[in-house]
């Protein structure tokens, strides 16, 4: 299973887009991208799954370039609502073993006023 | 309901008792998921129930570690005689008969355990 490695924090402001890289080397042809968001006192939430180029959804961008070894989640206009952890995983789709994706520190994003 | 749905949210306990942990999942989710997360820390899978049967306990850190699903639906987490380093959120997730992967999981809101 991939490891991930995300910077342990970041700081921003309301208004701001934020990027937060994980880098995952040695993600295998199988696997996909997956980012969760947590908040304090919660459990993590699904924000958006990818396998190459470009993902949008609602909430925010995934990029991934062709080698797949990295991939960047960016926020658009964080506002103070945004401030949680954010948890880059790799893993096969659907597959079985998925419940044991290697869950890390993940990126403590702080925005402020 | 709506959610995963966890009970206690919050619990004190002491040194060497046994404590039971509630999950309610989502309607119709056959998949149910049981992690820890340490204070700091990322997710550390615990065991996975599809249906009433649990294909994969390996994650349970010991015996003291046991847990069922009834009527594929609600499942209890049992420690027994808990330690200090059992202390930890303990997250239920469930997810649709069609989502085998915990990429497309529901989670609770955890209930913290604290042993004194």
């Known amino acids: 299973l991939a490891k991930t490695t995300q910077p342990i924090s970041m700081d921003s402001y309301e208004g701001q887009e934020v990027n937060i890289t994980c880098s995952h080397n040695?993600?295998?042809?199988?696997?996909?991208i997956t980012w969760y968001q947590q908040f304090p006192s919660q459990g993590p939430r699904f924000i958006i799954q990818g396998y190459k180029t470009k993902v949008t959804n609602e909430v925010a961008s995934l990029f991934i370039p062709a080698d797949r070894k990295s991939s960047t989640l960016s926020l658009p206009r964080v506002s103070l609502s945004d401030t949680a952890v954010y948890y880059c995983l790799v893993g096969e789709e659907n597959a079985g073993n998925n419940r044991k994706l290697i869950w890390g520190l993940g990126t403590s994003l702080a925005v402020n006023p | 309901g709506a959610g995963v749905s966890q009970s206690p949210s919050n619990k004190v306990t002491e040194k060497g008792k046994d404590v039971e942990l509630r999950c309610d999942p989502i309607s119709g989710h056959t998949a149910l998921y049981w992690y820890r997360q340490s204070l700091g820390q990322g997710l550390e899978f615990l065991i996975y129930?599809?249906?009433?049967?649990?294909?994969?306990k390996s994650g349970l850190p010991s015996d003291r570690f046991s847990a069922e699903r009834t009527g594929g639906s609600v499942s209890t987490l049992t420690i027994q005689r808990t330690q200090q380093e059992d202390s930890a959120v303990y997250l239920c997730?469930?997810?649709?008969?069609?989502?085998?992967?915990?990429?497309?999981?529901?989670f609770g809101q955890g209930t913290r355990l604290t042993v004194v």
């Open positions: 129930f599809q249906g009433n049967s649990a294909p994969d």
């Open positions: 997730a469930s997810s649709h008969p069609r989502s085998w992967g915990v990429t497309e999981a529901f």
């Open positions: 040695n993600i295998a042809t199988n696997d996909y």
